[in-house]
């Protein structure tokens, strides 16, 4: 299935503050939350947690305890509620044991109607209470000014922090592009392997990022030590785990996001389509030691990285069924019984990397049901001596494309 539509997309850029923020608003940051923390122990007492029901239930009294504040800020703060009252449900239902959440973070969130943003200047003109605005003024680097100067994009709800602003930005999804080739990913553990496809020519390409497998041990090892050094405090076990967590996702997020922007790039310079595996309803029967190892989750992440950067540009993306795919040989259509090496090796004489034979039977998947734009390619065309490499955990991604030819960077 290509991915689509009339959706709206959403994307919200981090601008950190030229100069503190002002007391006005600190007081501001302050009120809000206060109205959070309230409006969240009112939901829980009226077990409800969507907006509207808070805002009829609470807002009067709101009103009175709150005077001055501006009345969208105070909606805004029933909407912050209304979703922290809703993880918190679903933190419950899963059977997880925590207290009533309470919102520590100094933060405020103002809905487009709240605010101005003068897109030239990078200002943000925000209200407090009648008669009472500060000017917060934006860094604007060169990938802000992508965002403000491109009038395709109107702005949502922004969010103030002590030092920064998360503004976002929305668009309707661009229609998907016809494709002019495919790039065909088969996604590993450390690794995304596959193949490019355009007029008759096949070739291996490759994105590494086997230090994301190595983030994921370091942190594992830690948070064991920690649980161990920590057995007789359970609490700050706990909270030393979350954070060795919040850290994890971190450092890890930003290297997918690397990969994710190294084969976009790619795929939007050749007018490609995009065919990954659908990983849902992927489980491994093994142990519980390797299904930690081989976790799932940054590799769906990596997957909803690049199809939602795909989306943003236009690019189509096709996620075709993994069965067999890497047991199957793309010439003769023969399946293996077993998973071999390495390589993949047929009867027929057909031998490949065992992922970017992977890649090709994905590709051949989405070809032969007609989900790659109408394009052709006949796997016999491998060119076994080429390889591109997408991504080099090393060197970053692959310079920029110079126009002159097709093909760069092969090895
Ligand atoms: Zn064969």
């Known amino acids: 299935m290509v991915i689509v539509k009339d959706e709206m997309l959403v994307k919200g850029v981090v601008f950190y503050l030229e100069s503190d923020l002002p007391s006005e608003a600190k007081f501001l940051l302050e009120d809000f939350r206060l109205a959070v923390n309230n409006a969240v122990r009112v939901g829980l007492q009226a077990r409800v947690s969507s907006r509207n029901a808070l805002v009829r239930i609470a807002y009067a009294d709101f009103r009175q305890d709150h005077p001055r504040m501006y009345a969208q800020h105070l909606v805004s703060a029933f909407e ?39 897109r030239k200047s990078g200002v943000i003109d925000l209200p407090i209470r009648a008669g009472c605005h500060v000017d917060l003024g934006l860094i604007v680097s060169q990938y802000h000014r992508k965002y403000l100067d491109d009038t395709a994009l109107t702005l949502g709800s922004l969010t103030v922090l002590l030092d920064r602003v998360i503004v976002t930005f929305r668009k309707g999804a661009p229609k998907p592009y016809t494709p002019d080739s495919v790039i065909s990913l088969d996604t590993n553990e450390r690794s995304l392997d596959g193949v490019f496809a355009k007029d008759d020519n096949i070739k291996a390409v490759k994105a590494e990022f086997p230090d994301i497998a190595m983030i994921q041990q370091q942190h594992h090892d830690r948070r064991r030590r920690l649980q161990k050094k920590k057995a007789h405090d359970r609490r700050t076990s706990r909270n030393l785990c979350r954070r060795e967590g919040a850290r994890e996702h971190h450092r890890i997020d930003y290297r997918l996001h690397e990969v994710a922007n190294a084969v976009i790039s790619f795929a939007e310079h050749q007018r490609s389509a995009v065919v990954l595996e659908d990983l849902r309803g992927i489980r491994s029967k093994r142990s ?55 390589e993949f090796k047929c009867e027929c004489g057909w031998h490949l990397d065992r992922h970017i034979n992977a890649s090709i039977n994905l590709l051949q998947t989405a070809v032969s049901k007609g989900m790659a734009g109408g394009l052709r390619f006949n796997p016999g065309a491998f060119q076994h001596d080429v390889m591109m490499i997408l991504y080099d955990p090393v060197k970053g991604a692959r310079s920029e494309p110079n126009g002159t030819s097709g093909v760069i960077g092969a090895t």
Not at 289 to 313: D, G
Not at 314 to 325: C, L, Q
């Open 288 to 342: 519980k030691e390797l299904n930690r190892r081989l976790s799932m989750w940054p590799r769906r992440k990596l997957h909803q990285i690049i199809e939602y950067k795909a989306q943003w540009r236009g690019i189509p993306v096709v996620k075709v069924d993994p069965r067999n795919s890497s047991r199957t040989c793309p010439i003769c259509g023969r399946t293996q019984d077993s998973r071999m090496g390495a």
């Open 80 to 118: 912050v509620a209304g979703s922290v009252l809703k993880n918190h449900r679903r933190r419950v239902r899963k059977g997880v044991i925590c207290r009533i959440p309470y919102v520590k973070r100094l933060m405020m969130k103002a809905e487009n109607q709240a605010y101005k943003l003068d």
